[in-house]
């Protein structure tokens, strides 16, 4: 069964670990993260961009096919169905069609249409057992079209949109969507650091997790971040084995054409990189406390 991540969160703030929304593109996608998220007792997140939900015929589909995952491969640990970067309407309809999470990214908008927005989707989340996670200052690169040039959040208006109710806050500090340029400046820790003064329990989220190195992953933690976005890295991974597949004529041979086979190696490679990133972010063993 789905349930909000705002507990999740919440331990995870207090126990100065993170847990990782990992973005989902497909059936493949889903169950790996969620068979690994059960092998290693740590809760996860799955995230659904508004392009991934029309990618995958709709948000009632997506619902309809973590749900019964969930119940097929017996899921124990804490899973949330999370829109990614969500539009007024996307939210809305993930709301209508059984998320369990959503984001509304009112970054775009003035603050004070930012604050009456995100005040309305609050309400309805809180109606429903929901959380909902609010954005100050956009977030780098490029997702669905959208492109960010990596701005820092102004920390007070960070303490306006926190105090409107939300579970969770998302604040630019420099990240990135996609892979880091060559001259990326890094995380700003000065901006993490005030937003987190001001904004005392809530969990911060973290964007653009492909490609931070480890040690600034860490220290970003330790200054409140309880959420990590992950997306890039997995298409990557999974990418980088099916050319490896192919390029080696596995397909080629016997029945190796099969969807079945030919993306079992991606498959691998996704579990392979999540496991990775419940290490990092420190999240092994959580859904057990």
Known sequence: MLVSAKEMLQKAKAGHYAVAQININNLEWTKAVLLTAEELRSPVILGVSEGAGKYMCGYKTIVGMVNGMLEELKITVPVALHLDHGSYEGAKACIAAGFSSIMFDGSHFSIEENIEKTKELVAICNEKGMSIEAEVGAIG??????????????PDECKMIADLGVSMLAAGIGNIHGKYPANWAGLSFETLDAIQQLTGDMPLVLHGGTGIPTEMIQKAISLGVAKINVNTE?????????????????????????PRK????????????VKEKFEIFGS??????
């Open 141 to 154: 690169g490029e997702e669905d079209g959208v492109i960010g040039t990596g701005e820092c959040a102004d």
């Open 234 to 258: 997995c298409q990557l991974a999974f990418a980088a084995a099916t050319r490896e597949y192919i390029e080696a004529g596995k397909d080629q041979q016997g029945k190796g054409y099969d």
């Open 262 to 273: 030919l993306l079992a190696p991606g498959f691998e490679a996704i579990k392979a990189t």
């Open 284 to 289: 092994i063993g959580k859904a057990d406390c």
